[in-house]
Every structure is written in structure tokens, then in C-alpha cells.
């Protein structure tokens, strides 16, 4: 199987029969190249490929992880609400006297009766948020409540006084019944 066209080229005398071997030595020594690089090349993408699948791999559990976590958070919040639902002290139109409580580094009132008010004091009762709304609850149920979620109870103890050795007003012991 010869070649018409370098045949020719031999003829009219442009080209020598070594030139021409030289020629398909050359093309052939391409040939091979190219195919041990393709190999090489297709290693290469498989190790992309991989690469890629174990990334999306860990990126699929952290987002799994994280739905996980969020699924956990609300149904812990559904218990804590449901405790407080179900464990709530009701207040009638009886309870006249504002109790005023630090939430959150932040200030709240809640209205209360002068029993309810005693209780709070000996930390015999909790104040739970539901939904921004603060209720009494005994304080079993805040404990749980406490354990579960502490942002969401204010709990007080009748000891819980630290007394500063360097105060100068340590003596003078703050009233229960002030009211701000």
C-alpha cells in the first residue's frame, strides 16, 4: 500500500525514499505518544472524579449533620413547650403585683400573686418563655426544662446570694418585696 501522492513526490524528485521513512517513523513515534498520554490523562480524570466524589461525599454528611442537628433542636423545643403547656400555674385576673426578673441580661416583668411571688422568692417555682411569653412552673419541671434548654427558664435560689468580701454594702441585706 503505497502512497499515490508520495509517490509522486519521489518522481518529480522533491522528496528521497529515506525522507519519507524518516516521515512515517516520526508520525508513528507520535501515534504512541499521544496514546500513553491518553492513558495518563484518563488516570488523571479518574483521580478528579474521585476527588470530586469524596468532597461531595463529606459535604453531603455535613449537611446531614446539620439537618440532624435542626431536627433535634425542634423537637427538643416541642418537648420543652408541651412541659411548659402542660405544667403552666394558671394566673387569674387576681395576680395584680408585678414581679420583675432579669432573662437574658435584660430586664422582664411578669404579673404574679402575692403566693405566687413567695414561691418565686424560695425558688420553689421556675418562669419559663414559651413564644415570648413567660409562665410559672414548678421547679421540677424548670429543672428539666433547665436541662434541656437553659436559655428558655429563669430559675432563683433562696441561698444563691454571693456575698463580695470587698462590698461595702454587704451588710445591707436587699429587700424581697422591692419593687423597681
Given at each position: 500500500?503505497?502512497?499515490?501522492?508520495?509517490?509522486?513526490?519521489?518522481?518529480?524528485?522533491?522528496?528521497?525514499?529515506?525522507?519519507?521513512?524518516?516521515?512515517?517513523?516520526?508520525?508513528?513515534?507520535?501515534?504512541?505518544?499521544?496514546?500513553?498520554?491518553?492513558?495518563?490523562?484518563?488516570?488523571?480524570?479518574?483521580?478528579?472524579?474521585?476527588?470530586?466524589?469524596?468532597?461531595?461525599?463529606?459535604?453531603?454528611?455535613?449537611?446531614?449533620?446539620?439537618?440532624?442537628?435542626?431536627?433535634?433542636?425542634?423537637?427538643?423545643?416541642?418537648?420543652?413547650?408541651?412541659?411548659?403547656?402542660?405544667?403552666?400555674?394558671?394566673?387569674a385576673e387576681n395576680c395584680e403585683?408585678v414581679y420583675n426578673f432579669e432573662?437574658?441580661?435584660?430586664?422582664?416583668?411578669?404579673?404574679?400573686?402575692?403566693?405566687?411571688?413567695?414561691?418565686?422568692?424560695?425558688?420553689?417555682?421556675?418562669?419559663?418563655?414559651?413564644?415570648?411569653?413567660?409562665?410559672?412552673?414548678?421547679?421540677?419541671?424548670?429543672?428539666?426544662?433547665?436541662?434541656?434548654?437553659?436559655?428558655?427558664?429563669?430559675?432563683?435560689?433562696?441561698?444563691?446570694?454571693?456575698?463580695?468580701?470587698?462590698?461595702?454594702?454587704?451588710?445591707?441585706?436587699?429587700?424581697?418585696d422591692l419593687t423597681w
Amino acid at each position: 500500500m503505497s502512497n499515490p501522492f508520495q509517490d509522486q513526490l519521489i518522481k518529480t524528485g522533491l522528496v528521497s525514499k529515506k525522507q519519507i521513512h524518516s516521515a512515517k517513523k516520526a508520525k508513528n513515534q507520535k501515534s504512541k505518544q499521544q496514546r500513553s498520554s491518553n492513558e495518563v490523562s484518563v488516570d488523571e480524570t479518574k483521580l478528579k472524579i474521585q476527588q470530586a466524589a469524596t468532597e461531595k461525599s463529606k459535604l453531603d454528611k455535613e449537611l446531614n449533620q446539620k439537618k440532624e442537628l435542626q431536627a433535634q433542636q425542634k423537637a427538643n423545643s416541642a418537648a420543652i413547650n408541651q412541659l411548659i403547656t402542660s405544667n403552666k400555674l394558671n394566673r387569674a385576673e387576681n395576680c395584680e403585683i408585678v414581679y420583675n426578673f432579669e432573662h437574658n441580661k435584660k430586664v422582664k416583668r411578669i404579673y404574679v400573686n402575692e403566693e405566687m411571688k413567695q414561691l418565686i422568692i424560695e425558688g420553689k417555682l421556675g418562669i419559663a418563655r414559651i413564644d415570648g411569653i413567660y409562665e410559672l412552673v414548678p421547679r421540677v419541671i424548670a429543672e428539666k426544662i433547665q436541662q434541656r434548654n437553659e436559655k428558655r427558664i429563669v430559675l432563683f435560689d433562696a441561698d444563691d446570694q454571693v456575698v463580695d468580701e470587698n462590698d461595702p454594702y454587704a451588710e445591707f441585706k436587699i429587700p424581697d418585696d422591692l419593687t423597681w
